[in-house]
């Protein structure tokens, strides 16, 4: 049972545009949702998190909303760089909760 | 001031094999895992850790064997290697109370 889905397998984007990836999520009790980036042969890194009490959360070029009736979030990137091209993992987690979850990742190439 | 160290990069076994894929950190975080990650899916936990001496099974630990004697290292037991196994592992690790996870570079897997 898939409680994270990302449902967009890849994603192209120009240069300067803005890049939206989307998740969903069945379990209404997690109370962190991440953002992860992955380049090939590395292993995840850390984007940017948002706590189920918030609905926005910013850090530089890289926005994380959550609605949380919809059970979904998306990670906006503005402008995007060919730097961001990598696969983007969506997680969640619970506070009483010892694991994450992840979707299945969505590709994104910005094309310069 | 490594983070997660994972060795080896890669490794090709041979059905029936045994291997141990090692996990270090110098983050002396309490939370340690190991993921498995199959082509176009995402991260699936194996094992996970929350303290030495404690370990728990994730969602696909068939397989495996894990022990956490110390804070630092977290190895991950593969005892009678099958191809299905073929994968790329990650460890990573947590710190109390934290939201975001910090992985390890990856061991790519071959079981021929």
């Known amino acids: 049972d898939q409680q994270v889905k990302q449902n967009s397998p890849s994603l192209s984007v120009q240069e300067g545009r803005i890049s939206i990836l989307n998740c969903d999520y069945t379990?209404?009790?997690?109370?962190?949702f991440l953002w992860y980036k992955k380049y090939p042969a590395e292993g995840p890194t850390f984007l940017i998190s948002i706590s189920s009490i918030k609905d926005k959360n910013e850090d530089g070029r890289f926005t994380v909303f959550l609605n949380k009736s919809a059970k979904h979030l998306s990670l906006h990137i503005v402008p995007s760089q060919p730097g961001d091209s990598a696969v983007y993992f969506c997680?969640?987690?619970?506070?009483?909760?010892?694991?994450?979850?992840f979707g299945t990742g969505t590709s994104l190439t910005v094309i310069p | 001031n490594a983070g997660v160290t994972q060795t080896p990069k890669f490794r090709i076994l041979k059905i029936g094999q045994s291997m141990t894929l090692q996990c270090t950190q110098d983050m002396n975080h309490n939370y340690m895992y190991w993921y498995r990650q199959d082509p176009g899916m995402g991260l699936k936990l194996i094992y996970y850790s929350v303290g030495a001496g404690i370990t728990d099974k994730g969602e696909v630990p068939n397989g495996y064997n894990v022990s956490r004697s110390t804070t630092e290292d977290f190895p991950l037991r593969l005892e009678l290697a099958a191809p299905s196994q073929t994968s790329v592992y990650f460890c990573?690790?947590?710190?109390?109370?934290?939201?975001?996870?910090?992985f390890g570079q990856g061991t790519r897997l071959t079981v021929v």
């Open positions: 379990n209404s009790m997690f109370d962190y």
């Open positions: 990573a690790n947590r710190d109390r109370g934290a939201a975001e996870a910090f």
């Open positions: 997680a969640a987690s619970r506070v009483t909760g010892n694991q994450f979850y």
